[in-house]
């Protein structure tokens, strides 16, 4: 934020100056732009440094602080960028089984919560049983999370993976990890899930699924559908507005921690290759 | 009417019955005034020393900016360099009988903390705010706004303690000379604390998160969330009745409130609807968990601590027997300078700090 | 006659229409009459699960009666009573403790030992402690349950 504002103080001065100094400037605020998008698009890869958007738990300094805080234990341990959909593994202390580290494979069907307080869900069927495990991201008993398949999903929650077939959330728990050329975008998997025949845990016909198939319903259930349907909502500005944090805010967040992040996600990527010089498995 | 009885008894032992007869004619023709005995009466209200109107009428000036810079300069060069006015005794060592004043202190939020055990508990943020001493009053000086019947007894002398400046501009004249004494800028909050005689501060002495000590337990007093008025079953944790099985309107109703008979009234203490919070609360014995000396906020135990996000709280010393503090407490405040050096957090023995390495549980050997 | 027919006819058109499903989320709690699900190879097991009857909890041995990980439980299968401890649960947990798709029970005898010889699904790590624990206060020893597992997650 701070460069920034220098920034803008100097463009401020230049306006009297010639045209030649006038060209350099709106090659300086195209820069301006480029950052303010990348740091805008942390909030995708770090949606948990936003805060709660309920006003009536902001504070600014207890945020600055809790991001401190997330940001020191991030120096220990490399929290990759996962989205809901991502394999992860997860190892992790156990202390019901001493001296040894429990390992979790599955997949991400679920992001919540804020600050120190995000948690993610991960689901794997293992012998024919769905598991599925609950972490904490900010957990020091947690000692490592890799990311074995970085991609996204059509939907923001997989929560319907519980009564789809078992194929779709089975994976092999030593899976190798798959990695992404560098700098290419993240994939989007389009798999269309096909649902167990009802009874459901909901009514997967009312949440408007990307990633589902035909749900095989009678007529009766769309009709009810589409008669308790909210559309207006997504017009609803100011309900957009209490659920978000301003687009002013998060930069001057993100502009914050920036140079942080960027350190660490350095390291993390020197700690990735060193985990590439130990001698994989042969065939 | 004595008179006439006087007449008419006026021979040998008379004098004494007229005389008898005089009295009791002077008591029944005076009015009467008998007084109810009260052995304990209500304490007398009033409002403290310090209670004067507080801000200006609101009022457009229409001062020009530089006056406003003028004006803004001023109070920079008045209020920049407060000094305590005069010394701190030093050399008390700290009793578990001697009370130390409390704090001003603002209830920022909550957040997880880990122990070093692997356990997550729940802490509340309590940014100590910038409390200096405003007024001291001396045992025999002050006059509490409730006094009881037999006094006070075991007279401690109190602190007058301000915290978060204001603009003295919107202040009115009366309450900006509140702080004349003490050289500090006006302030927003203020609060009163006895302290032993001798753990009085002199006037505008800083007292910060420093005060206290990691591991230590605190009592905070505030004033709850005000829930406005509400039903028995959010108030008192009522039942409520059936939804269904012919029930009609009744369904968040308290039912009966008493019998007939001899108790045919309803009993004073009855729990019904009303006013919810908005009452002061002291939660007790809550732990100090960890202090950050650059920012004065302390972690204590708890969530419950009364008030929402971003209210004031008082904090004191825990009263409570059986939570008195080990090792000895800075009194009659924390004087020490602090180096640059030092760790900005302060952690209590039990609890993982997040720039320590993950938890490993080791096989007892 | 006529005009209390007619009253009673206008008293059903207002009394308000009652929705006949749950409004609140499942809890998936363990109580008497739950249906749970066998994961042991023990002989009744395998019957009552392969005829499509499992068993019922009739009981839950704890003071809340409502039944948590590692608990022991009371079950009526195939007309049988027998005791059976809870490894996996539907319900939601706390972090790092699996929650599972079905309730799963293994049976045991009056001393804790497992009806069968195999779990073929995978247990919690969290019931070594929780066995261990109660084994001590409760007499029967309950860790043999655990040398019988396949996996643990």
Redesign the interface.
């Known amino acids: 934020m701070l460069c920034l504002r220098k920034i803008s103080k100097t463009t401020k001065g230049l306006r009297v100056y010639s045209s030649v100094v006038k060209q350099a400037n709106h090659v300086k605020r195209t820069n301006i732009n480029n950052l303010r998008k990348d740091v805008l698009e942390y909030r995708h890869v770090y949606p948990e440094f936003l805060p709660d958007p309920n006003i009536?738990?902001?504070?600014t300094?207890?945020?600055k602080?809790?991001r401190n805080?997330?940001l020191?234990?991030r120096?220990?341990?490399n929290i990759p960028e996962f989205y809901v959909g991502s394999i992860l593994a997860v190892e992790s202390?156990?202390?019901h089984s001493?001296?040894k580290m429990h390992r979790f494979v599955g997949i991400c069907i679920q992001r919540q919560g804020c600050?120190?307080?995000a948690q993610f869900t991960l689901r794997n069927i293992i012998d024919h049983q769905g598991i599925e495990i609950l972490y904490?991201m900010?957990?020091?008993?947690?000692?490592k999370v890799e990311i074995l398949r970085l991609e996204k999903r059509l939907d923001d929650e997989l929560l319907y993976l519980r009564d789809a077939l078992p194929e779709y959330c089975t994976f092999d728990p030593n899976m190798e990890p798959e990695i992404l050329p560098e700098g290419s975008p993240i994939p989007i998997n389009e798999t269309k899930v096909k649902l167990k025949p009802r009874p459901w845990l909901e009514r997967w016909e009312r949440k408007n699924l990307l990633g589902v198939q035909d749900l095989e319903l009678p007529e009766k259930f769309y009709k009810k559908a589409e008669a308790v349907a909210k559309p207006w909502e997504k017009y609803d500005l100011m309900k957009e507005y209490r659920k978000t944090i301003p687009e002013e805010e998060q930069l001057e967040i993100f502009n914050e921690i920036d140079s942080r992040l960027q350190k660490l996600h350095v390291q993390g990527k020197k700690m990735k290759k060193r985990v590439f010089v130990k001698p994989t498995k042969l065939a | 009417m004595a008179l006439v009885f006087s007449n008419v008894f006026a021979k040998s032992n008379i004098k004494a019955i007229e005389d008898k007869f005089f009295k009791l004619s002077i008591i029944c023709s005076s009015n009467q005034i008998r007084e109810r005995h009260v052995l304990n009466p209500k304490p007398r209200l009033r409002n403290p020393t310090w209670f004067t109107k507080k801000m200006i009428a609101e009022r457009d000036e229409q001062v020009t900016p530089e006056n406003e810079k003028f004006i803004q300069q001023i109070i920079q060069d008045k209020y920049s360099n407060v000094s305590p006015k005069g010394e701190i005794p030093g050399n008390i060592e700290w009793t578990p009988e001697l009370q130390r004043t409390g704090v001003i202190a603002k209830k920022?939020?909550i957040?997880?903390l880990?122990l070093k055990?692997?356990k997550?508990i729940q802490t509340t943020?309590l940014?100590v705010l910038d409390n200096h001493v405003i007024k001291h009053y001396l045992p025999e000086e002050y006059d509490p706004p409730r006094k009881g019947p037999i006094g006070i007894r075991n007279k401690k002398a109190c602190l007058l303690l301000g915290a978060e400046g204001g603009d003295p501009s919107l202040f009115t004249k009366d309450y900006c000379g509140l702080f004349k004494e003490s050289g500090v800028i006006p302030k927003k909050i203020l609060a009163r604390f006895f302290v032993s005689p001798n753990a009085a501060l002199p006037l505008g002495t800083l007292v910060s998160a420093m005060h206290f000590q990691v591991g230590n337990a605190l009592d905070i007093r505030a004033k709850t969330i005000d829930r406005g008025f509400q039903g028995v079953m959010k108030r008192h944790g009522f039942k409520g009745m059936p939804?269904?099985h012919g029930v009609t309107k009744t369904h968040r109703r308290g039912g009966n409130i008493g019998g007939g008979g001899e108790k045919g009234r309803v009993w004073p203490g009855t729990k019904m609807p009303g006013h919810m919070g908005n009452t002061w609360r002291i939660a007790k014995g809550v732990k100090i968990l960890r202090i950050?000396r650059k920012?004065n906020?302390l972690w204590v135990t708890g969530q419950a601590i009364p008030g929402?996000?971003?209210s004031i709280c008082f904090i004191y010393d825990s009263k409570l027997p059986l939570r008195k503090p080990e090792k000895p407490l800075p009194f009659p405040t924390y004087l020490e300078k602090v180096d640059d050096d030092t760790p900005e957090d302060q952690y209590d023995e039990s609890v993982?700090?997040?720039?320590?390495?993950?938890?490993?549980?080791?096989?007892?050997k | 006659m006529f005009s209390s027919s007619l009253l009673i006819r206008s008293a059903l058109k207002t009394k308000t229409i009652?929705r006949n499903f749950h409004v609140s989320n499942q809890r998936y709690e363990i109580q008497k009459l739950t249906r749970l699900r066998v994961v042991d190879n023990s002989e009744i097991g395998k019957q009552a699960m392969a005829e499509g009857r499992p068993p019922r909890c009739i009981h839950v041995y704890n003071k809340t009666g409502v039944g948590k990980i590692g608990d022991k439980v009371l079950v009526a299968i195939r007309g049988e009573k027998k005791k059976g401890i809870l490894v996996g649960l539907k319900q939601n947990q706390k972090?790092k403790v699996p929650k599972f798709d079905s309730n799963n029970l293994v049976l045991i005898d009056d001393n804790g030992t497992p009806l069968g010889t195999r779990i073929h699904v995978p247990i919690p790590t969290i019931l070594r402690t929780i066995l261990k624990e109660k084994t001590f206060s409760k007499g029967a020893d309950y860790t043999k349950l655990l040398g019988i597992a396949s996996k643990f997650v």
């Open positions: 009536e738990f902001r504070n300094l207890r945020e602080l809790e805080d997330m020191a234990r120096s220990h341990i202390s156990d202390p001493l001296g600050g120190l307080r904490e900010y957990d020091p008993a947690i000692q | 920022i939020g957040y997880p880990w055990n692997g997550k943020l940014q939804a269904s950050n920012y906020v929402e996000t971003n993982h700090q997040f720039g320590d390495p993950s938890i490993v549980y080791a096989e007892k | 009652s972090t």
